[in-house]
Every structure is written in C-alpha cells, then in structure tokens.
C-alpha cells in the first residue's frame, strides 16, 4: 500500500487529490489547519466505500513549530512515505496578515511551509527510495502561472513590500501570490538538484484555473462582483485540478520527464476530447 501526504486535503483539488488516491488503495494522510472541516471531508470520502485509507493530521503551514510537530508525528506513525503533495496554499485579495513566524501570509503558507514540510519528511522519503529504488518516492509543489507576476529584482520574504517594479495594475496581494508562487517551482528545482541521487523525484505543477475555495476571501468591490461569474462561466471545475499532480506523482514516465512547471493543457485537451 502506498503511503501519501496532502496537505490541504479537505477542500478543492486536495480533496480531489485524496479521493483519486483511496480509489487506487492507497493510505493518505488528509492535512488541514481546522478539525472540524477536515473530519467534515473524511466523513464524505467513506460515504463513497473506497478501498484505501485516510486519517486526518493537523497541519498548520503559517507555523514553523506546527510543521515540526507535524513531522514528529508522522515520523513516529510511519517509516516511509511514497508521495508528498505540497498543496495546501492561499490566496488572499490583500497583502497580510502575517503568519506566527512574522511573514506575510502568502510567503510563509504558500512557499516556507511547504519547503520546510519537505526538509523535514525527507528522512521518510529517503526510505521509501532505499526501500523501492525502482519505484522513486515523489514530491509535487502546486504552483501558479502566476509565477509570471513574481518580481524580477529578486525577493526577500522579511521585506515583501520591496516589491516595486511590476506594472501598476497589478495589486501588492497578487504580486506577493505570484512570488510565493515562483517560490515554489524554486523550491522543486532546488530540492531536485540536491537529492536527486537519493531517488527521491521533485515537480512542480500549474493545476489550471479552477473552481475551488482558493478565492473564498474575494467578496467586497468589483473582484467580489466578477469572481461568481468568472467562477462559473471561465473556471474548470475543481476534480480537474488534481490530474497534473496526481500524474506527477504517480505515472511511471513522470518520473524521468524533468522538474521544470508542468502544467494542465496538454491533460486537459486530453480529457476534453
């Protein structure tokens, strides 16, 4: 039985994610900040009888202490560990607050935490690839095209405010998603150059622009008039958000293809077709 972690599992693609998991037998871990809505999202998923299993882990990706108490106790449960979706994130319509460590909440949830998650899970990882060397362990980042919006003179998580050369049209929040989210194929590049003769496999990938609750804080002014609509006339609906990463993760092939950002088109015609 494969073991998996996904953070952000109770909502959106994490929740897609989870499910096409417990459909092919695997033992998932469902990470989320709040019990209550996490359990709400397991309760759902044994209604549907599917063969694998999931257990909820609390997961706060704001806190660095929370992450570390995180692994400890996945550590302890575990030995090994298969597949590792670091794909819980935020997206708020203005810049703060932020997180228990002092960082603007985009950077710290969507770029430190998952960095730090991985760090910390290697040890897990690295026995998975000592264990099954012809099937390597796999890390996948969930990122943005809005990667593109990410300042080119460079970032400094402690100044996300140093941010000034992007158009004007684009607001500080949306600059500051942007770069959390360039963080993130950094961080697969970075992780993948460094522990790729560990066996252990690291991508990245753009999941599409979907329907989920990712924009739930986009409710006053013109945003919070456009975004239903957009929502339902533009959006894909959020089952298709998971098909990238769950090829990342899982498909033989992925596996030698390369750490650059993948993204959904080529699926996604695929799937429309």
């Known amino acids: 039985m494969h073991i998996a972690v996904v953070t952000g599992g109770n909502t959106g693609i994490g929740f897609e994610t989870v499910k096409n998991l417990l459909k092919k037998n695997a033992k998932v871990y469902l990470c989320a900040r709040n019990p209550e809505r996490a359990n709400a999202a397991i309760a759902k998923l044994k209604e549907l009888h599917l063969p694998g299993t999931v257990e909820f882990l609390p997961l706060d990706l704001a806190s660095l202490s929370n992450i570390q108490s995180f692994a400890k106790t996945y550590l302890e449960k ?26 603007e909440l985009h950077v710290g ?31 996948c980042f969930t990122s943005s095209l ?15 405010m140093g941010l ?24 697969a590049k970075w992780y993948q150059r460094k522990y790729a003769e560990k066996g252990i496999v690291f991508t990245s990938c753009h999941p599409g622009v979907l329907r989920t ?3 739930r804080g986009w409710t006053s002014g013109l945003v919070g008039t456009v975004m239903p609509i957009l929502n339902k006339l533009v959006l894909y609906p959020q089952d298709m958000g998971c098909i990238t990463q769950l090829y990342l993760n899982t498909a033989p092939e992925a596996a030698t293809k ?13 799937i429309r077709a």
């Open 164 to 187: 000034q050369d992007l158009p004007f049209y684009i607001p500080p929040a949306t600059r500051v998603y942007g770069t959390s989210k360039l963080c993130n194929i950094l961080s």
């Open 78 to 103: 575990e030995k090994k560990l298969d597949m590792l979706f670091n794909n819980a994130g935020v997206m708020n319509p203005t810049l703060g607050p932020e997180t228990k460590d002092g960082y």
């Open 146 to 160: 809005a990667h593109r919006q990410a300042s080119s003179k460079g970032f400094d998580p402690a100044d996300y």
């Open 109 to 139: 949830t969507n770029s430190l935490g998952p960095h730090y998650l991985t760090q910390l899970l290697l040890p897990a990882l690295e026995a998975s690839a000592q264990a099954t060397p012809d099937r390597p362990p796999r890390v």
């Open 213 to 215: 609750e990712l924009t």
């Open 258 to 270: 390369g750490v650059a950002l993948w993204c959904d088109e080529q699926v996604a015609k695929h």
